[in-house]
């Protein structure tokens, strides 16, 4: 998005002048003049139309020479929805960005990931980011790096490591390049650092957010012994390269505080990315209530939604699992069968210090392949398909990387006895973070419009009205399950 482009951009110069906070990274401000590209919120004096130009992501006005603001502090602002729109090879391929792709690999290789050529991946990401691969995940390491030094009293050196520099004289030079000075200067004068023992970084998100009704929503689902929600924190086991910890998860007026326990600094980068996810951080909410506002039953609900989100998964098989075990039972019995798994075939994790903290890792595939799941209470079919998940899972016949299409997915995750079209879409709404999964049989969803039709809908008729909810259904369902009529998931 630069002068040249097709966009409004009186919409985002009004946006500019006003400060709005709704457009708060959704675009990004470069002075000619100065050289420093700003937030739409950054409190200096706004220079003139002449003298700025505007840029779709942080990553597109650093390619194009401009440096962050030391005062607005671009990376501290929410995630930018910038893969809005986009081709669905840009979407995932930013994904795999946000998790690290190109941190030992190069473009060629993302590519070859996505299915394309490395040529025609940079020009998609010139055409919608307006950035190479290469400078979103430059920036994606240059900012991270950034709210490290000014939140926290890690070294120099653990920073470099946390934001994926690779060596402490690379990270100083990137800093000296970008910011005219040394890393140690950027923190001098900073009061806003933490000084427990534990890694702790604030995640901004972008207002509204529903954090309460998605905390609700994570409750009655926590696998007990693996999951806790208490007192308006989310507390999990994990498991990073061999290490095992607990990450503790807060709401801070504006961001989340995350807490990461047990875990060393070169983990505390593919947990934020984790938890970003899970906790649907980067959701473009306008643009989501945009477009389903344009249903009139949908735009009811919507008034009383606080901030609609997807609840993501910490980790894609564990949610499998769990949306086979929910499939015809209750939610409650789901969530119990989940926790006599976890509680047999997990492995013990002791973390000192943590309040509430839960003590199990929920078992790998390998761990399942042939556990006696009728004991826990589940159906011996039931068992059975969880045991040939577990195989599939394990042989790499089912895998979740998110590069892959989805339709593929779906297909190998249904070929398996047992599973549906209502698992494969949850899973993919959730855990493959499809924004357009919608599981049209789900029970729920066809009485949430008894009143409008004076009957139950069709699988069918459901999907028809949904298609003008497109690409945001996942969202819809979300905000159907929220309601009085359509409770469930």
């Not at 899972?393 to 070929?415: H, M, P, Y």
Request: proline share 5%; hydrophobic share 40%; charged share 25%.
């Amino acid at each position: 998005m630069n002068d040249t482009a097709t966009t409004d951009i009186d919409v985002f110069e009004r946006a500019r002048l006003s400060r709005d906070a709704r457009f708060d990274g959704r675009f990004f401000v470069g002075v000619k003049t100065t050289g420093i590209y700003c937030r739409p919120v950054c409190p200096a004096n706004p220079p003139r139309r002449r003298n700025v130009t505007f840029f779709p992501t942080a990553a597109a006005a650093g390619e194009a020479g401009f440096r962050p603001c030391l005062r607005c502090r671009p990376e501290c602002a929410p995630g930018s929805p910038a893969w809005t729109g986009t081709s669905t090879t840009v979407r995932r391929g930013l994904r795999l960005i946000a998790e690290g792709a190109l941190d030992g690999s190069d473009v060629e290789c993302l590519a070859g990931r996505l299915g394309v050529t490395g040529r025609h991946l940079r020009r998609l990401f010139a055409q919608h980011v307006g950035a190479s691969p290469l400078a979103v995940a430059h920036t994606q390491r240059l900012h991270f790096a950034k709210r490290l030094i000014d939140q926290t009293n890690l070294s120099m050196r653990d920073i470099s490591v946390a934001a994926g520099f690779g060596s402490v004289r690379r990270f100083n030079d990137t800093f000296r390049k970008t910011y005219g000075r040394p890393p140690r200067e950027l923190r001098r004068g900073s009061d806003t650092r933490d000084t427990s023992s534990s890694l702790r970084v604030l995640l901004p998100y972008r207002k509204p957010y529903g954090w309460t009704r998605l905390l609700e929503f994570l409750a009655v689902r926590a696998t007990p012994g693996v999951e806790r929600v208490r007192d308006g924190r989310y507390l999990r086991t994990v498991e990073i390269g061999g290490e095992h910890g607990v990450v503790e998860i807060g709401d801070e007026d504006g961001s989340l505080a995350l807490s990461v326990h047990g875990l060393g600094t070169e983990s505390l980068f593919p947990v934020v990315q984790r938890v970003r996810g899970l906790f649907d951080l980067d959701a473009p909410i306008d643009d989501i209530r945009d477009t389903l506002g344009q249903d009139a039953v949908l735009r009811k609900w919507l008034r009383r939604s606080g901030g609609l989100r997807v609840p993501g998964a910490w980790d894609a098989w564990e949610l499998t699992v769990r949306a086979v075990l929910g499939q015809q039972v209750s939610v409650r019995a789901a969530t119990t069968f989940a926790g006599r798994i976890a509680e047999r075939y997990g492995d013990p994790v002791e973390i000192e210090g943590v309040r509430d903290a839960p003590a199990r890792l929920f078992p790998r595939p390998r761990q399942l392949l042939r556990a006696r799941l009728d004991s826990a209470g589940l159906t011996r079919a039931r068992a059975q398909t969880i045991r040939d998940l577990a195989r599939a899972v394990d042989k790499g016949e089912l895998v979740f990387d998110i590069a892959q299409a989805a339709a593929d997915f779906r297909d190998a995750l249904t070929s398996i006895r047992g599973i549906g079209a209502w698992t494969a879409e949850y899973v993919a709404m959730r855990a493959l973070k499809d924004p357009d999964a919608f599981p049209a049989s789900d029970l729920g969803l066809l009485r949430a419009f008894d009143e409008v039709k004076g009957r139950r809908l069709r699988p069918a008729e459901l999907l028809a009205r949904a298609e003008s909810w497109r690409p945001w259904r996942a969202y819809a369902a979300l905000l159907i399950w929220g309601s009085d009529v359509g409770a469930g998931g």
